[in-house]
Nanobody, 116 residues
Framework: QVQLVESGGGLVQPGGSLRLSCAAS????????MSWVRQAPGKGLEWILE????????YSADSVKGRFTISRDNAKNTVYLQMNSLKPEDTAVYYC?????????WGQGTQVTVSS
């Protein structure tokens, strides 16, 4: 079955960096668009970045432009989220999302906390 497993979250100081990973299995990763979505405490889902099957990325959130980038390694079935210049308002649970055919799949999420 489809599985998405995020990792790399944690506690980081403002201005720091983290790289999140999402390991995918159970579907043809190289043909699927992937995205990162986050949910801050008490708020709704916020789409951050998307990347298509050929590696073209699209920003969905102005708040992360110039600081976050998305990439993928089709050989490793993994999508990454590089987060730089982190701010306290980036504190959230970060989810990996895959669209496979007509279905959407989500990972379990990884917590990112930006605090001094």
């Amino acid at each position: 079955q489809v599985q998405l497993v995020e990792s790399g979250g944690g506690l980081v100081q403002p201005g720091g960096s983290l790289r999140l990973s999402c390991a995918a299995s159970g579907f043809t990763f190289s043909r699927s668009g992937m995205s990162w979505v986050r949910q801050a405490p008490g708020k709704g889902l916020e789409w951050i970045l998307e990347i298509n099957s050929v590696g073209i990325s699209t920003y969905s959130a102005d708040s992360v432009k110039g600081r976050f980038t998305i990439s993928r390694d089709n050989a490793k079935n993994t999508v990454y989220l590089q987060m730089n210049s982190l701010k306290p308002e980036d504190t959230a649970v970060y989810y990996c999302r895959a669209v496979v055919g007509l279905n959407t799949y989500w990972g379990q999420g990884t917590q990112v906390t930006v605090s001094s």
